[in-house]
């Protein structure tokens, strides 16, 4: 056999500045404060979801940990780049949303990072 090996070209145009052509990925977790169940999910569903959504996020994922020692909630939501959420979180629209959820939550945590299409935590 004759393996001849023939050049094979591949163009990579890559943006001055990749970081802001990047999702960003705000991942919130919590544990739901006992007997504030019921109370907790009409906040979540009624206020909580669509007031994120008003500020520009989209929900890309949500989880509850049913066996095990981790946050008992985990959310994740998705900007077109980390540049806006800090953005975000720096409001006072922001902040009066996470103190309103944190009458209901203990242990409530939240991270940025780069969104990598996969279960980030």
Do not use: C
Request: charged fraction near 25%; glycine fraction near 4%.
């Amino acid at each position: 056999m004759n393996f001849q090996k023939k050049p094979k070209w591949l163009f990579w145009i890559m943006p001055e500045n990749r970081d802001a052509m990047a999702l960003g990925k705000l991942i919130l977790t919590w544990d739901i404060i006992p007997k504030q169940e019921q109370e907790y999910f009409e906040f979540v569903v009624r206020d909580f979801l669509p007031n994120v959504q008003k500020l520009g996020f989209q929900l890309s994922d949500a989880w509850v940990t049913v066996y095990g020692d981790q946050p008992q909630v985990l959310v994740g939501v998705i900007m077109p780049s980390v540049k806006e959420i800090f953005q975000v979180l720096g409001s006072d629209e922001w902040a009066e949303l996470a103190n309103k959820l944190k009458d209901f939550v203990k242990n409530y945590h939240q991270k940025v990072t780069k969104a990598s299409g996969r279960f980030q935590f």
